[in-house]
Structure formats: structure tokens, C-alpha cells
């Protein structure tokens, strides 16, 4: 397989959309070099997991697109982690970062949600396919809005050619191990994914509902026991207080 032709990858309509607020998110220099910190370990621990499922394959073709893939990822995290640390070196650090808003712009989920392990190839084709997808739209956003970054879009720019790369490979092997349940597993791909997505939802709407109730709790209930605690300290006598003559006499115990 080439990657003589590259297929122009689009954005997708909701993240043409919300195209003022990926704008918003990075425009600002330290969240961009933030941000592409993390996408670079998320860059790595992909490529690590390809090479594992490299190993475990028994297929000689996909052993070899496999590693190659790896090996793109591996080069994807060093040129975010490069562009990264530029970034930050360039602008003395702030006390407080800035918002990341990750759960907003991520960047390649990579691996992260499966077992290589225990996983056949058509299942893993069929996810990375669906990953590869999610993440060149997603980039293709982010080049987008990098217009007053040069360095950063062009490092978009040759990620996004490897990701639609990676996109079609995919789903080519899945055709070619599974031709009859290729598309069931595209389907279970996606509803496991969807599953994912709103158990990362719920456990952030989680987050946000805890911090409110916590926030209500704490300005609600908790300065009427303040207040009565200190009353009741204030009806404490102050200092020494004797004890009865008949407690003080007791060699039984301590009191
Ligand atoms: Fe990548
Ligand atoms: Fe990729």
C-alpha cells in the first residue's frame, strides 16, 4: 500500500460550527503548547500499541503496516513534543495555566480504550479505522484555525496526510481479513465508542454536579454548625475547672 494519493480530509459539520470556539481555544500561545504536549504522549502510547499489535499479529501484511503506523506516531509525538516545548520556551510561564478545555479539542484517542492484547485484527482494524477518521477530522479543524501560527499548521498540515493515510489503510485490511463482517464490526466499533464517549460525558457532568452540590453544602450547611459549634464554646467555662471531692478521691481510675 502507498500514500501517493491523500484524500483531502474535511472537518466535520459540528466542528465547522463550533469553529469560533476552536479558534478561542487555541489562540492562546500557552494552551496551544499545552495542548500539543499532550497530544504528544497520546501520539506515543498509540505508537507503542501498535508495535505490540505487531507482535500478536499473525498476518504478515498488517505486520508490517502496523510498525510502519507505529513508527508514524512515534514521529507525530516528537513533532508535538518539539512545537510544544518551542512554544513554551518562548513566553515565561504563567502561575496559573491556562483552561485546556481537552475534553473540547482532544487529540488522537489512539489506543487508549482497547485491550491489544485481547483484541483480533478485524476489531482492532475496525477501531483504529474509526479513530484514525475521528482524529484527521479533528485535525483538519485545528490546522484551520492556526492561521497566525505557521510552524504549528504546518505540523497539522503533515500529521493530517499521515492520519487520512492511516484512515484508509484501515478500513482496505478490514475488507480484506473480514470481507463478510467487516461492516458489523464497523457498527459494534461505533456503538462501543458512543458507549465511551457518554461515560466520558457522564463522568464530567459528574465532576461539575459534585462541585455544585459540594459548593452549595459548604456556604448552606455548613455555617449553622458553625455558628452553633461556637456558641457552644462560648458557654465553656475558661480555664481550670475543679471536679467533685468524691471523683477526685477515686484511685480506681484516671477520672
Ligand atoms: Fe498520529
Ligand atoms: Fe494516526
Not at 122 to 140: N, W
Not at 153 to 181: C, G, K, W
Not at 224 to 232: D, G, S, V
Request: glycine share 6%; hydrophobic share 40%; aromatic share 10%.
Amino acid at each position: 500500500m502507498t500514500r501517493s494519493v491523500s484524500p483531502k480530509v474535511c472537518a466535520t459539520r459540528l466542528d465547522r460550527i463550533l469553529r469560533p470556539i476552536h479558534s478561542w481555544i487555541w489562540s492562546d500561545a500557552e494552551r496551544r503548547a499545552r495542548k500539543l504536549l499532550r497530544f504528544a504522549e497520546t501520539e506515543a502510547d498509540g505508537g507503542r500499541d501498535l508495535s505490540r499489535a505487531a507482535e500478536l499479529t499473525p498476518d504478515p501484511l498488517l505486520r508490517r503496516l502496523y510498525l510502519a503506523h507505529a513508527s508514524d506516531e512515534q514521529r507525530h509525538a516528537e513533532l508535538f513534543r518539539q512545537r510544544g516545548r518551542g512554544l513554551l520556551c518562548s513566553f515565561p510561564s504563567r502561575s496559573n495555566p491556562a483552561f485546556q478545555a481537552n475534553w473540547f479539542a482532544p487529540g488522537e484517542r489512539g489506543l487508549d480504550d482497547l485491550r491489544v492484547d485481547n483484541t483480533p485484527d478485524d476489531a482492532l482494524l475496525a477501531f483504529l479505522h474509526l479513530s484514525e477518521k475521528a482524529a484527521a477530522s479533528r485535525f483538519a479543524i485545528y490546522r484551520e484555525v492556526l492561521g497566525h501560527d505557521p510552524a504549528t499548521r504546518a505540523i497539522f498540515d503533515e500529521v493530517l496526510s499521515d492520519e487520512a493515510f492511516h484512515m484508509n489503510y484501515t478500513y482496505s485490511q478490514l475488507t480484506r481479513v473480514s470481507p463478510q463482517r467487516y461492516r458489523s464490526r464497523l457498527w459494534w466499533s461505533r456503538l462501543g465508542r458512543l458507549w465511551k464517549g457518554y461515560l466520558r460525558f457522564a463522568t464530567a457532568l459528574a465532576g461539575v454536579i459534585g462541585t455544585i452540590v459540594l459548593t452549595i453544602q459548604y456556604f448552606v450547611l455548613l455555617p449553622p454548625f458553625a455558628w452553633l459549634a461556637k456558641r457552644a464554646a462560648r458557654r465553656e467555662p475558661v480555664g481550670w475547672t475543679p471536679i467533685s471531692a468524691k471523683r477526685n478521691n477515686s484511685m480506681g481510675s484516671q477520672y
